[in-house]
Protein backbone atom coordinates (compact mmCIF):
# COMPACT_ATOMS: atom_id res chain seq x y z
CA UNK A 1 0.00 0.00 0.00
CA UNK A 2 1.33 3.27 -0.86
CA UNK A 3 1.57 5.88 1.95
CA UNK A 4 2.44 9.77 2.32
CA UNK A 5 2.02 11.38 6.01
CA UNK A 6 3.32 14.69 6.47
CA UNK A 7 4.14 16.00 9.88
CA UNK A 8 5.52 18.74 11.27
CA UNK A 9 3.18 21.65 10.59
CA UNK A 10 1.87 23.94 13.20
CA UNK A 11 1.01 27.20 14.28
CA UNK A 12 4.44 29.66 14.29
CA UNK A 13 5.00 33.41 14.49
CA UNK A 14 5.76 35.20 11.26
CA UNK A 15 9.19 35.15 10.58
CA UNK A 16 9.63 31.71 12.09
CA UNK A 17 10.69 28.67 10.95
CA UNK A 18 8.89 24.94 10.74
CA UNK A 19 10.21 21.58 9.06
CA UNK A 20 7.65 19.92 7.27
CA UNK A 21 8.44 15.94 6.52
CA UNK A 22 6.59 13.70 4.57
CA UNK A 23 7.55 9.94 4.93
CA UNK A 24 6.68 7.70 2.07
CA UNK A 25 6.28 3.56 1.87
CA UNK A 26 4.77 1.31 -0.74
CA UNK A 27 6.87 2.80 -3.91
CA UNK A 28 10.52 3.20 -4.91
CA UNK A 29 11.15 5.92 -3.35
CA UNK A 30 14.31 7.12 -4.86
CA UNK A 31 12.80 6.72 -8.16
CA UNK A 32 10.31 9.25 -8.09
CA UNK A 33 10.64 12.90 -8.08
CA UNK A 34 8.88 14.64 -4.56
CA UNK A 35 6.95 17.69 -4.77
CA UNK A 36 5.55 19.66 -2.12
CA UNK A 37 1.85 21.47 -2.59
CA UNK A 38 -0.38 23.87 -0.56
CA UNK A 39 -3.78 24.83 -0.40
CA UNK A 40 -4.89 28.02 1.68
CA UNK A 41 -8.51 28.63 1.82
CA UNK A 42 -10.56 29.64 -0.97
CA UNK A 43 -7.41 29.31 -3.42
CA UNK A 44 -6.30 26.53 -5.74
CA UNK A 45 -3.72 24.23 -5.02
CA UNK A 46 -0.56 25.22 -5.72
CA UNK A 47 3.52 23.74 -6.70
CA UNK A 48 5.90 24.98 -3.78
CA UNK A 49 8.98 22.91 -4.58
CA UNK A 50 9.66 19.45 -6.35
CA UNK A 51 13.33 17.93 -6.33
CA UNK A 52 14.04 14.71 -7.75
CA UNK A 53 17.72 13.03 -8.69
CA UNK A 54 18.27 15.43 -11.21
CA UNK A 55 16.31 18.60 -10.83
CA UNK A 56 14.78 20.99 -7.67
CA UNK A 57 12.70 24.01 -8.47
CA UNK A 58 10.51 26.62 -6.34
CA UNK A 59 7.70 28.09 -6.65
CA UNK A 60 9.26 32.44 -6.82
CA UNK A 61 7.26 33.06 -3.90
CA UNK A 62 9.23 30.93 -1.58
CA UNK A 63 12.73 31.43 -3.09
CA UNK A 64 15.71 32.30 -0.59
CA UNK A 65 13.12 31.04 2.26
CA UNK A 66 12.29 27.87 2.04
CA UNK A 67 14.76 24.50 1.16
CA UNK A 68 13.64 20.98 -0.13
CA UNK A 69 15.39 18.09 0.81
CA UNK A 70 15.34 14.34 0.38
CA UNK A 71 17.06 11.36 2.67
CA UNK A 72 16.42 7.94 0.27
CA UNK A 73 17.54 5.66 2.70
CA UNK A 74 14.65 7.19 4.70
CA UNK A 75 12.37 7.12 2.25
CA UNK A 76 11.52 10.88 3.59
CA UNK A 77 11.46 14.70 1.78
CA UNK A 78 11.91 17.78 3.96
CA UNK A 79 10.61 21.52 3.50
CA UNK A 80 12.95 23.71 5.67
CA UNK A 81 10.66 27.00 5.59
CA UNK A 82 12.11 30.03 6.92
CA UNK A 83 11.48 33.59 7.47
CA UNK A 84 7.12 32.61 7.15
CA UNK A 85 4.76 34.61 6.24
CA UNK A 86 0.89 34.72 7.39
CA UNK A 87 0.48 34.44 3.13
CA UNK A 88 2.69 30.98 3.80
CA UNK A 89 -0.50 30.31 6.20
CA UNK A 90 -1.96 27.00 4.15
CA UNK A 91 -2.51 22.87 4.42
CA UNK A 92 0.62 21.84 2.59
CA UNK A 93 0.73 18.29 0.97
CA UNK A 94 3.57 16.01 -0.43
CA UNK A 95 3.11 14.44 -3.46
CA UNK A 96 5.46 12.18 -5.91
CA UNK A 97 5.38 11.39 -9.81
CA UNK A 98 7.63 8.90 -11.49
CA UNK A 99 11.15 9.90 -12.92
CA UNK A 100 12.18 14.23 -13.18
CA UNK A 101 9.80 17.46 -11.74
CA UNK A 102 10.37 18.44 -15.10
CA UNK A 103 9.81 22.13 -16.33
CA UNK A 104 5.71 21.48 -15.78
CA UNK A 105 6.52 20.32 -11.91
CA UNK A 106 4.31 23.06 -10.31
CA UNK A 107 1.14 21.64 -12.36
CA UNK A 108 -0.83 18.42 -9.87
CA UNK A 109 -1.15 16.76 -13.25
CA UNK A 110 1.35 13.92 -13.24
CA UNK A 111 1.60 13.28 -9.61
CA UNK A 112 0.13 9.79 -8.64
CA UNK A 113 0.30 9.88 -5.08
CA UNK A 114 -0.46 12.13 -2.39
CA UNK A 115 -0.65 13.10 1.49
CA UNK A 116 -3.52 13.83 3.38
CA UNK A 117 -1.67 17.28 4.36
CA UNK A 118 -0.40 18.97 7.12
CA UNK A 119 -1.54 22.11 8.32
CA UNK A 120 0.75 25.77 8.54
CA UNK A 121 -0.23 28.80 10.06
CA UNK A 122 1.31 31.74 10.45
CA UNK A 123 0.10 34.19 12.81
CA UNK A 124 0.95 38.20 12.34
Known amino acids: EVQLVESGGGLVQAGGSLRLSCLAS????????MGWFRQAPGKEREGVSC??????YYTDSVKGRFTISRDNDKMTVYLQMNSLKPEDTAVYYC???????????????????WGQGAQVTVSS
Open 51 to 56: ISRSDT
Open 26 to 33: GFSFGDYA
Open 95 to 113: AAKWGSCGRMWYGRLGYAY
